[in-house]
């Protein structure tokens, strides 16, 4: 399923979040032309360069629905435990497989977990930075999807683990 981008549109890069096309841009490489999406990501400000032919492979998206920032939000809520596994090594590669799944039900999950986890213990430098890469790249595109700003999803979530 080929998703076509346009310029202005937003796409979820998944090792970066939420991205706003800017510029469609014709490259010669080894001979060859070929078209990149040119990204600069909210949240960094970083510009990447995708090809519009591989942006599929690279796992290049639409920002989900309202109804799946639900659903999202629905797996925030929940008491469930993804990741299980014992001693932390595996678990952080389990976590950071799911992170890079560019999935937003995975990100929730890790961002679920480790945020329960936080509550009940320090979390290790690691966790620590994978629990920001989770909040990081769910916020801004559930902000967009819900049409509300960022800091209202930020207290959103909060709310959701104090308790």
Known sequence: MQANFKIGDK????????????????????????NFYILKVL?????????????????????????????????LKSTDVAVTAQPWNRRHREYTEMLTSGSPFQVAKVLRDLSRLKGGKDLSFGERRLLDQARSLLVTELALARKVKEDHVQKEILGIFAS
Not at 11 to 27: C, D, N, S
Not at 43 to 72: C, F, Q, W, Y
């Open 43 to 75: 949240d960094t400000g970083m510009k990447l360069m995708v090809p519009t032919e591989g942006a599929d492979r690279v796992g290049l998206r639409t920002v989900i629905s309202k109804k799946d920032a639900d659903k999202v939000l629905q797996i």
């Open 11 to 34: 796409a979820v890069h998944p090792k970066h979040g939420v991205a706003e096309l800017t510029q469609i841009e014709a490259r010669d490489i080894a001979g060859k032309t070929a």
